[in-house]
């Protein structure tokens, strides 16, 4: 079964400090990751996803990823913290080709609530 | 352009008693599901859908049920609301049914609470 572990239920930077959210995996197939991320009283959007292509993948408000299989890790980077990227992250794992009778589903971690501070 | 409608927005049920959640999406997505958001655990799989008359379990489907007649919506039913089910619910769809390779598309949610 497919899982991912988010470290860190917390993570509270200052605004223009590098933002680290850590996420590890565990698949026994090749799997495609992504981070979302749930501002206040909305749901949940696509920051970005690993689909098996590049290892370094590039999101939406300067957000990256990088995709080490040797760490089965995917953590989430962002050089300088703004205030607007206050927010709960979430990682997750599918199994994108799990075969004619089944149909995939997207596993989450338990999520990160960053805080920025001023 | 509306995306995912979920209503009602909050809800407060008494032990033993049924409601549903009414969920619609207008992309024409074939996948919809049911998620519910708990402090610390994150999201969890309820039921999901691939299309309209195929409906299956995730991961904590009990005291959960749903259809899927048309594309547009998928109701997720409490038949006897118990205070375990307390918790926020979010319907995502995606258009594709082999959804990990594409991206799910969020409703606003539906906090529910069971006294």
């Known amino acids: 079964a497919q899982s991912v572990t988010q470290l860190g239920s917390h993570v509270s930077v200052s605004e223009g400090a590098l933002v680290l959210l850590r996420c590890n995996y565990s698949s026994s197939v090749p799997p495609y990751l992504f981070w979302y991320v749930q501002y206040p009283n909305q749901g949940l959007q696509l920051l970005l996803k690993?689909?098996?292509?590049?290892?370094l993948v590039k999101g939406i408000n300067g957000f990256e990823a990088e995709f080490k299989k040797s760490e089965t890790s995917f953590h989430l980077t962002k050089p300088s913290a703004h205030m607007s990227d206050a927010a709960e992250y979430f990682c997750a794992v599918s199994d994108p080709f799990p075969g004619y009778s089944s149909a995939s589903k997207i596993i989450f971690g338990s999520g990160t609530r960053l805080s920025i501070r001023p | 352009n509306a995306g995912v409608t979920q209503t009602p927005k909050f809800q407060v049920l008494k032990t033993g008693q049924s409601m549903t959640l009414q969920c619609a999406q207008d992309?024409?997505?074939?996948?919809m599901s049911w998620y519910r958001q708990d402090p610390g655990m994150g999201l969890r799989l309820i039921h999901y859908?691939?299309?309209?008359?195929?409906?299956d379990q995730g991961e904590v489907p009990n005291g959960y049920n749903v259809s899927r007649s048309t594309t547009e919506d998928f109701p997720l039913r409490l038949l006897s609301a118990a205070p375990s089910q307390t918790s926020v619910y979010f319907c995502?769809?995606?258009?594709?049914?082999?959804?990990?390779?594409?991206?799910?598309?969020f409703g606003e949610g539906s906090r529910l609470t069971v006294l």
């Open positions: 690993y689909t098996s292509a590049a290892t």
């Open positions: 995502a769809s995606s258009y594709s049914r082999t959804v990990g390779t594409g991206e799910l598309f």
């Open positions: 992309m024409n997505h074939e996948y």
């Open positions: 859908s691939v299309g309209a008359g195929i409906t």
